[in-house]
């Protein structure tokens, strides 16, 4: 899985730990979406974007 629109060029591994937590940040956000409740759905994904950004880093370095 790659994602060029949300700023990520590099593929994720979905075994990895950024891979991993991508599915969860999705299942999560579609979750919070059906609950009728409000929520910033832009910060949502900023925030999602910054700490995958960092666990690549991480993965990258081997530390993670």
Not at 4 to 30: H, I, Y
């Amino acid at each position: 899985m790659s994602d060029t629109a949300g700023g990520r060029e590099r593929a994720l591994d979905p075994n990895g730990p950024s891979g991993e937590f991508a599915a969860w940040c999705e299942a999560e956000f579609e979750r919070r979406r059906n609950t009728g409740d409000t929520f910033d759905e832009a910060h949502y994904r900023q925030a999602m974007e910054l700490v995958l950004d960092k666990l690549q880093r991480l993965e990258e370095e081997g530390r993670a």
